[in-house]
Nanobody, 126 residues
Framework: EVQLVESGGGLVQTGGSLRLSCSAS????????VGWFRQAPGKEREGVSFMGIVNDSTVYADSVKGRFTISKDNAKSTAYLQMNSLKTGDTAVYYCAAVRLNRVWALLSPGTMRYWGKGTQVTVSS
């Protein structure tokens, strides 16, 4: 059984930082591209950042460029999302997802992803 488990969410003040982790099991993590999505109350789920398999290609939503960094440790079967300079608009439930995809050239839609975690809440207070 494939499982993705997010952790690292919490409450932080504007300008603060958090690092989310996504621990994977039941799949060959090195064969999968990973992505982070978020969903705020009343809004659709949106792609935040993605990392492909080949050359660690990465993509970021414009709203997080320069503030968020995605990374992946295949040896630990874990992906990370380092979030700096957090804003109240970053408040959402953050989801980790995976799909077998070599390169990522653009933000992926939720329907593209094969496996999902259950999410972790990130709340940024002013």
């Amino acid at each position: 059984e494939v499982q993705l488990v997010e952790s690292g969410g919490g409450l932080v003040q504007t300008g603060g930082s958090l690092r989310l982790s996504c621990s994977a099991s039941g799949l060959s993590f090195e064969d999968y591209a990973v992505g982070w999505f978020r969903q705020a109350p009343g809004k659709e789920r949106e792609g935040v950042s993605f990392m492909g398999i080949v050359n660690d290609s990465t993509v970021y939503a414009d709203s997080v460029k320069g503030r968020f960094t995605i990374s992946k440790d295949n040896a630990k079967s874990t992906a990370y999302l380092q979030m700096n300079s957090l804003k109240t608009g970053d408040t959402a439930v953050y989801y980790c997802a995976a799909v077998r995809l070599n390169r990522v050239w653009a933000l992926l839609s939720p329907g593209t992803m094969r496996y999902w975690g259950k999410g972790t809440q990130v709340t940024v207070s002013s």
